[in-house]
Structure formats: C-alpha cells, structure tokens
C-alpha cells in the first residue's frame, strides 16, 4: 500500500499552530501559509471541571 | 517587600510569560519576579522561592494570571506592572490585527486545506494528546513539540498516525523540515537529494547544516521525539517516515540519525534500509557499528562525519572516515600551544556547558576515554550524576535544555541567559581550564544567541586576567549562512570576544581533548 506520506511531500506545506506563538511568527516571516490557535485549556485547567464536561460531552 | 496582583480569567502561553518574568527581572529594585498563571508548577516555583513566596500567588487556580516580585519600594512595583502591561500589549496589539480562532475547527474555516499542526501546548493533563488526537481526526499530520505526553498517548497517537497514513513528529520533537519547510527549531537548509529520519533535535540541526555548509541539500528532515526507538514504542513512526523515503524519488540518499536503539527495533530499521536499497548513512551515536556494517549501511562516528558521508555520497563522491580537523595538524598544534601558555597549575578541568541535548551527549561520549569520568545532569555513567547541577564537580557537562534546568524557564535555545551566567561563573573558578560551548541558531532559536554569551565569554576572560590566568574557551555554532542570525556572523561575534571557534561540534570536542592532554 502507498504510503501516504510520500503524497503530503508533493503538497504545500499549509500549519495550524497551537501554542508558542513565536513558532507561527516564524512560519509567517517565511511566507508559509499559518493560522494560529488562541488555544487555552478546556475549563481554564480546572481538572474537575475538566472530567464533568469530558462526561456531559 | 513582596507584592502580587491577580487577574482572574486571562490565559496567557507560557513561554511568553517567562519572557516576560524575565524582562521583569532585569529591572533595577527586583531581587525576583514570577509572572504566570496559577498552575500547580506555577504555585510551587513560587512556595520554594524564599524571596518571593507570596500568599497571594498560592491561593490562585489555573484560571488566574498573577504578577509576583520581590521589589524594593512601591516605585518599582509600579514599573514592574507598566513593564508587564507594555509586554502584554504587544501581544494584544497583535491579535488585533490578527485573527486567532479559539478551536482546530475554526481553524479549518480560514485554511480549510491544513496539512501539518505544529502542537506545543502542556503535554501535562492530556492537553498535547486531545490536540493532537483531534487533528489526526481531521487527517492532519502533527509535529508534536510538547513532552510531558505518557507512552501510552505516543503509542496510541502513532498507531492511529500511521493507519491514517500520517505523520506523527514526537512528542518532545524539535526539528523538522518538511518540504522545504523549518518547523519549530529549525535551519534554512538548501533543497537536495538527503532524506533525513532522525530522533535528536539539535542533533538533526547539526547534521543538516553541515550538509548545507559541504554544499549538499536534503529532500525531508522528519523527526520522531527520543522515544521512538526504545522498546515501548518499537520504531512505529522511524520506520513509517523511512518507508516514505524510501518511496521518495527526491530522495537519493538516506541518513538516520538517533541515540542507539533497543537492539530489536534497531534490527528492524537497519533491515527495512537494506531492503530500500539506497545509500543509507547511519548515525547511532555511540552506539556499535558492527551491525550497521553487516547490513551493507555505511556507520557514522560523529554526527559532522553522517553529514560529510551523506554529501559525498549524494554527490557520487568517495566515502571516507572524518576524525580529524579543517585545520593542519601544525595549525591544531600552535592553536593548543597558544591556548594553554597562560593556564595556572591549578587549572585541570573541561566545563561542557550545552543549550543542546544530543550536542552534548556527543560530548560527553567523545571526552569521556580522556577525562575518565565526566559529572553531568545526563550522565553516561550512574555514578556520574552531579549531585548539584548548580555546583560543577572536575570535569563536568551539563545539558541546560534538560528538565531539571527547564523548571519554569522557557528551553536554553530560546533563553540563553542562564547558561551565559554558568559560562561566567565557571571562568571564576580557579579549576576550571577549559569551557566547551554549542550555540545554536536557526529559525526558534533566540534571536542572537551569541549576544549574551559572547559577553559571558568576555567578562570571564577578564576576570580569569585579573586573577593571574587565563581561561580557554571552545566553541561551535550549530546553523547556516541562510538562517536568520547567520552562521558567520555568529562565529565572527564569538570569536570577537575571545572564544576558539570550531566549525563542528565534533571538532570542537576534538580541540578540547587535546587542551585536556597537554595540561595533564
């Protein structure tokens, strides 16, 4: 079977960036097309809150 | 007087809150300054902190964004919350004119082709693993920078990687270049025919930026974190990414690079690269080359010598052996010669102090016949394990990329600061003959990583005078004349204040094996 891989090397290389913010910068710098997440934890870290929703969802 | 202000409800990343702790460190009248959110981390590098152990900070949750500092007088708590303020602006300034959607699927509805998520949220609590889950979900392939993420979620993550045909980079994966593309910490390497596999961060930079210095190009530079070649993980993404190399017709010539593998796995991957029948440079660092050998594969002694094979093979050249210098035996001589004139007797030990993780190992591995035993955070040998990474001990290395130098500091390539401090505080010690450094550019890196260890190297040197010796520092920049901080200027400001520059790593180790023979 083909691995599909060797199809994303014939591709342009488009990013999401989750996180540190300055890797995305640097993405931009280069013209490599880049949209960035404002990620932030689900229910603000709060790990009880956390497994309360992980349940209702 | 210790002073805090919490703001509930503002989430900031966290390497750019160390940024800021650290420009609010630099103010006159701050003895310390903890700018975060309330994490457990967060809460706890404040309680240990005698200078600053703030009440306020303690009862904060993760929710909370806090300003702590250790101040002299109110005046300078003021400036401390306008420099804060003036940081964070930036930040928002940009956003504003930016777009930042909250989820991967708002993501998807500005770039809806995303091919590659670059992932480096805490791997702590599961956070990297549902990004990343979600993302292969979505047929992305992810560059995982994060670690903190458990066996089991890489195991997991890769299996569903490689039955969706996709690539999983890590965890705790530093480097790629995918298609001609730097991700994360990266070089500006020329297009060529090397594909490289590699489970080593700077040792990959290394490699591919000696390629591009010898004039060779690589195709891929696919990483796969540390982990992938112990047994828990079997080799599941090296062996998926050296397949697709294999299949690459770009790709003409192959290098692998790792720590060696659990003996299994490395059997397998040294087998699947003999039955892909290309030119296959092997660089398991310190490891045995006897199998390597019996596989047809050509083994490498030093990651400089995987890259001068590589080029030389890409460029239909004979392969031969590196060990040696750019430079005579005659020039090597006099540099030697010249370096230990000033040394006082009591000057006998190497400081190996590293922003680089397998730069350092490489180290280590190459010294360790001649210095015997080398204290370290990452020891080669148990006994070996310093017992205060703050104290070094005869000879010592140190990796200031490791998590026990990395407890709320962002990673020693973004801030070097810290290891310009120890580069000083060892040019102090009256023991100490020789300091071995790495210096690390490229696109992630700092953006003039020599800046503050060139003035540690200066400083120290003076100081060394002034005590009636002198102080040897060895050097090598890892990177290219493309990247952004550029490779001869680099070398130029280092060697400016004072440092032997060394075009390799391996050179470099070399050089100081040879200061540590002639001093005794």
Not at chain 2, 219 to 240: A, W
Not at chain 2, 336 to 346: C, F, I, R
Not at chain 2, 409 to 417: K, Y
Request: glycine share 8%; hydrophobic share 40%.
């Amino acid at each position: 079977m083909e691995n599909r891989v060797n199809v994303l090397f014939t591709k342009q290389i488009k990013i999401v960036n989750f996180g540190i913010q300055s890797f995305y910068n640097d993405n931009k710098k280069q013209g490599v097309p880049s949209v960035h997440v404002d990620w932030k934890p689900v229910a603000g870290g709060n790990k009880e809150l956390e497994s309360i929703l992980d349940d209702i969802l | 007087m210790v002073k805090a202000q919490i703001t509930p409800g503002a989430y900031y990343d966290s390497v750019s809150l160390m940024i800021i702790s650290n420009a609010v460190k630099k103010l006159e009248g701050v003895t310390e300054a903890l700018v975060g959110m309330g994490t457990d981390l967060n809460r706890e590098l404040n309680r240990n902190n005698p200078n600053l152990n703030s009440p306020e900070v303690e009862k904060t949750t993760p929710n909370d964004f806090f300003v702590a500092a250790n101040v002299r007088d109110e005046e300078v708590w003021k400036a401390v919350l306008a420099k804060v303020d003036e940081k964070l602006n930036e930040k928002k300034e940009d956003a504003a004119s930016n777009y930042y959607p909250a989820t991967l699927e708002g993501a998807l509805k500005i770039q809806p082709d995303t091919n590659m998520a670059v992932i480096s949220v805490p791997g702590k609590g599961g956070h990297a693993y549902n990004v990343a889950k979600n993302c292969l979900m979505h047929h992305i392939n992810v560059m995982l920078f994060s670690d903190n993420v458990s066996i089991e979620e890489e195991h997991e993550l890769k299996t569903e990687a490689v039955k969706r045909g996709l690539l999983v980079m890590g965890p705790d994966c530093g480097t790629a270049i995918v298609n001609h593309v730097p991700l994360a910490f990266a070089n500006v390497v020329h297009p060529g025919n090397i594909g490289m596999v590699c489970a080593s961060g700077t040792g990959t930079q290394e490699v591919s930026s000696i390629i591009d210095q010898l004039g060779g190009g690589v195709s891929q530079v696919l990483g796969t974190g540390g982990r992938d070649l112990k047994k828990d993980i079997g080799g599941i993404m090296f062996k998926h990414c050296l397949e697709a190399l294999i299949a690459d017709p770009e790709t003409k010539v192959i290098v692998l690079v790792s720590k060696p593998p659990y003996p299994l796995v490395q059997t397998e991957v040294l087998k699947m690269a003999k039955e892909g029948k290309k030119p296959t440079v092997v660089c398991f660092i310190g490891g045995d080359p006897v199998e390597i050998k019996s596989m047809g594969l050509i083994p490498a002694v030093s990651l400089e010598d995987a890259a001068r094979k590589a080029v030389a093979l890409s460029k239909g050249e004979e392969v031969k052996t590196f060990d040696g210098f750019d430079a005579s035996p005659a020039e090597i001589d006099a540099i030697v010669n010249e370096a230990t004139k000033n040394l006082a007797p009591t000057q006998k030990y190497m400081r190996a102090l590293y922003t680089g993780g397998t730069l350092c190992d490489e180290s280590m591995k190459y010294l360790l016949p001649t210095c015997k035993r080398i204290f370290s955070n990452i020891p080669l040998q148990d006994n070996d394990k310093l017992e205060n990474k703050d104290v070094s001990r005869e000879h010592t290395a140190l990796d200031f990329g490791d998590d026990e130098f990395t407890v709320g500091r962002p990673h020693p390539m973004i801030d070097p600061s810290l290891r310009a401090e120890r580069v000083l505080k060892e040019a102090n010690d009256e023991t100490c003959a020789v300091i071995l450094v790495d210096c690390v550019i490229g696109y992630g890196s700092h953006e003039d990583p020599a800046a503050d260890l060139s003035d540690a190297i200066k400083k120290g040197k003076e100081d060394a005078k002034k005590a009636g010796r002198d102080v040897i520092v060895v050097a090598s920049v890892c990177g290219t004349e493309g990247d952004p901080q550029c490779l001869s200027k680099t070398q130029e400001k280092l060697r400016n204040a004072g440092a032997i520059v060394m075009p390799t790593n391996a050179q470099a180790c070399r050089l100081v094996k040879k200061i540590i023979e002639k001093i005794g």
